[in-house]
């Protein structure tokens, strides 16, 4: 009798476990929920057309062979459901050096990193940095101590004929990135262009001398290639500097020096078939001047400005190799991160951008990653389990992929829960640790603390 008794709590147990932590504690307490906000999704007023894809950049841990099987194979299959593109860096971020000395190449640790894009089903980039210690300027030749040094001027040949080698190794990647955030390229980095050398700016004349010869190479013997640049770090404060310029927003102001290397690589590039830049949606200095979601605003002006440059800024489609949102309150709640996450993508999807490349898709034990990842730390028994952020990237791509026509969405209280609506789907955010009544049109629901949740568009009111 007593076994019977046990036998029947567990199963209970287990019944209120598989709806999941919001399934009762709520159910009580409604009548206390705060009063409705409401999402209006006008079906009549198309707003814009999705052009994003989702993707992922590795870095050091993410999926390695010698993690735990079950954990690595649960962490692929969720890859390849949340994703369309990969990244991986040729050396650094998972990849020893591929050529230890002149003309001695080792593959196998990027072979490894590539293949493992290929099983996931990825269109694969391939982000054509660092160069090897041998590269660089005397001094800064230890290959991990001094990873952020570029390839000495009398290296530059070299580091071209190593990104030929992998470019003819790889032919199924189709999409390659010039090099990682001007490592090594600020004006007073060994190596730098004389007449920039000892100021106080990027040494924009030497990526785009750098990036130009990769380019005529990479053409030379893949005409279809794609390249882009130059991959470089949007910076902002929270406070006007002498070198911040006209660009500003809740967030802060954005650094001149950063949008004057873009125009000059723009003005100079030989071609380009996409543009890559780089931006937390935090602050350089680490100051706050708003709340976490209102930062997201950051990507819109990024992108803003970029599509009012000539020399292919308002053309060109935009990745963004490393990108995340930074979140000021970091409580640990994976939930939390996944909203302020949304809140970013919502932001970033409506301003224009090609693809986001989600920086470290593999988190720790908890899923807690930049701020947060798709699955958690493969390395350990039990693990590569979803996240809430990956339910998300999932949605974006199942639901919002490129053509999809989105439609104008407003939110009666936009500081509490925000909308993205497609004819057929709304992607919802709940922004505060509170629960919330709210209505779609005519439909209620009640979204739980940060809760994120994709629902069918009800017809608009009187539609």
């Known amino acids: 009798m007593r076994k019977s008794f046990i036998i029947i709590c567990l199963l209970l147990v287990l019944s209120t476990l598989s709806l999941g932590p919001n399934a009762f504690p709520l159910q009580a307490e409604e009548s206390k929920i705060p009063d409705d906000i409401q999402i209006t999704v006008d079906l009549a007023v198309p707003e814009s057309v999705s052009l994003m894809r989702t993707g992922v950049t590795h870095t050091q841990h993410s999926l390695d062979a010698w993690g735990d099987i079950y954990s690595i194979a649960r962490g692929k299959t969720l890859l390849q459901n949340a994703t369309d593109f990969q ?21 196998k640790s ?26 660089r300027p005397a001094g800064y030749q ?30 199924d990647v189709q999409y390659f990135q010039v090099w990682n955030e001007f490592k090594g390229m600020w004006g007073t980095s060994p190596g730098c262009t004389p007449s920039v050398c000892g100021k106080q700016r990027w040494d924009y004349e030497r990526y785009t001398t750098l990036y130009n010869a990769v380019y005529d190479a990479v053409k030379a013997v893949r005409p279809t290639a794609q390249l882009g640049g130059p991959y470089i770090v949007m910076d902002a404060y929270a406070s006007p500097r002498s070198y911040t310029g006209t660009i500003s927003g809740p967030y802060g102001y954005m650094d001149q020096r950063v949008l004057d290397a873009i125009t000059y690589w723009l003005e100079n590039k030989h071609g380009a078939e996409f543009i890559a830049i780089d931006a937390s949606s935090g602050n350089k200095d680490r100051v706050w001047l708003t709340d976490e979601y209102t930062q997201a605003q950051k990507f819109t002006d990024i992108i803003s400005w970029i599509r009012q440059q000539p020399n292919g800024g308002s053309t060109l489609p935009i990745f963004w190799p490393e990108w995340y949102a930074s979140v000021r309150n970091k409580d640990g709640n994976p939930a939390h991160y996944n909203s302020v996450m949304t ?7 409506r301003a224009g951008a090609t693809l986001p490349l989600i920086w470290q898709p593999q988190g720790d034990v908890r899923g807690i990653a930049f701020p947060v990842g798709l699955f958690t730390d493969t390395r ?5 389990q979803p996240t809430p952020f990956y339910d998300t990237l999932k949605a974006f791509k199942e639901n919002f992929p490129p053509g999809t026509q989105l439609y104008q969405t407003t939110s009666s209280s936009p500081g509490k829960v925000i909308a993205l609506g497609s004819a057929m789907k709304t992607l919802l955010v709940n922004k505060t640790d509170s629960a919330r009544h709210i209505r779609v049109n005519e439909t209620s629901f009640i979204l739980y603390p940060y809760e994120v949740r994709i629902v069918d568009t009800p017809p608009t009111p009187n539609g």
């Open 380 to 384: 350990v028994v039990g693990g590569g």
């Open 110 to 135: 990027l072979d490894t990193r590539v293949q493992t894009m290929r099983l996931t089903g990825a269109t694969m980039v391939l982000t054509l940095c660092c160069a090897p210690g041998w590269m």
């Open 343 to 349: 809140n970013a993508l919502i932001y970033t999807l």
């Open 142 to 171: 230890d290959d991990w101590s001094q990873l952020a040094n570029a390839p000495d001027p009398s290296h530059l040949q070299d580091f071209v004929n190593l990104v030929v080698a992998v470019v003819q190794r790889y032919p």
């Open 87 to 107: 990244n991986q860096h040729i050396m650094g971020w998972g990849a020893l050096n591929p050529e230890p000395s002149p003309g001695k190449y080792n593959w």
